[in-house]
């Protein structure tokens, strides 16, 4: 077991130098500092001087090892744009960011775990049926366009929730939250559902097909055949043995939350880091796209260590590996 987890680390720790290496190249050989950071009046001396405090005068390998050893120390460099170290851009947006990912998340797992489960069970009954007709509209409708869907529903229409912003937020520490504030839960809600409804029915649909298959199984219809409760069946045997697959695409999926709610942000104006990532897009604030990019490493590289210790949790033969 610990081997296996010690090489899945390793393999994580390659991950994050590619990335880094990629996010470095883009950091030094996209747009010009010089010209962003002193604009186009500067002299050629302040240039010069600018090009050699960021050390682009040195060759690339020492910019690389240079670039890796100040973002283990949390300098990701200054945004072009705003003239501001970027960890605090990022600082300043990420609570934002992960809080409309973490109810996305709870949403798309829960409400996939229990209607594949009971489309599974209940596969030929009405409300079965119907969930599954439902189901279609998450899997093939475009994110930006259940939003735009939602927004003229609640908020147009209906006017019960508001159509854009984060809402009231509360100060704990270091951290905003909207999450102890009704205006935050009314602003929270339909764009959390809009970027969680497509993982809720990929989830579904897979637990479903995972279920169906594993009640197929001769084991089942053993325990059946002896007599065991389909309760004890059903939950305690079928749904553990569908875990497996479950968790490793859930994971995926919920790392992919917080990369892909660019456009979720983008269409409620959220103000988290898909928001900033865009606008420095357009604004061609390299030091705020690279940083984008190792963040979103770093949590796909969290998210799959856990999702591998949580595979020895479900999975007895992994803990006498």
């Known amino acids: 077991m610990w081997v296996h987890l010690l090489r899945r680390l390793g ?3 390659l991950v994050l130098l590619a990335v880094s290496f990629v996010s470095f190249l883009v950091f030094r050989h996209i747009g010009d500092p010089t010209i962003s950071l002193l604009g186009e009046d500067a002299t050629l001396e302040e240039r010069a001087a600018l090009t050699a405090e960021l050390g682009f005068d040195r060759p690339v390998p020492v910019q690389y090892l240079r670039y890796v050893g100040h973002a283990l120390q949390g300098d990701l460099g200054v945004s072009y ?3 501001r170290p970027v960890v605090e851009l ?3 947006r990420l609570p934002a960011t992960l809080e409309l990912a973490l109810v996305a998340a709870v949403l798309a797992v ?13 596969r030929d009954s009405v409300a079965s049926r119907a969930v599954m007709a439902v189901s279609l509209v998450g899997v093939s409708l475009p994110t930006f366009l259940i939003g735009i869907g939602l927004i003229y ?15 009231d937020t509360v100060q704990l520490g270091g951290w905003s939250t909207g999450l102890l504030t009704a205006s935050g839960w009314a602003s929270l809600l339909m764009p959390a559902l809009t970027l969680g409804l497509y993982k809720l029915t990929l989830i579904m649909r897979l637990v479903r097909a995972e279920m169906l298959e594993v009640l197929r199984a001769d084991y089942i219809r053993f325990g059946r055949a002896r007599g065991l409760r389909e309760r004890d069946l059903n939950y305690g045997h079928a749904l553990r043995n569908t875990l497996i697959p479950v968790i490793t695409i859930t994971g995926l999926q919920i790392g992919s939350l917080v990369a892909f ?3 979720t942000e983008t269409v409620f104006q959220w103000p ?17 796209v690279a940083a984008y990019l190792l963040l979103i490493a770093l949590l796909y590289v969290a998210i799959n260590f856990i999702v591998d210790l949580l595979y020895v949790l479900v999975d007895p033969r992994l803990r006498r590996a």
Not at 110 to 122: C, E, N, P, S
Not at 154 to 166: I, M, T, Y
């Open 153 to 167: 529903l609640f908020a147009v229409e209906l006017r019960w929730l508001p159509s854009f912003g984060r809402g």
């Open 261 to 263: 709610a660019i456009v």
């Open 81 to 83: 744009r705003l003239k």
């Open 110 to 122: 829960a409400g996939g775990v229990a209607l594949g489960v009971y489309t599974a069970i209940r």
């Open 11 to 13: 393999q994580s720790v």
């Open 90 to 92: 990022i600082a300043e």
């Open 272 to 288: 988290g880091v898909g928001l900033l990532f865009i606008t420095s897009i357009q604004g061609v604030d390299v030091p705020v």
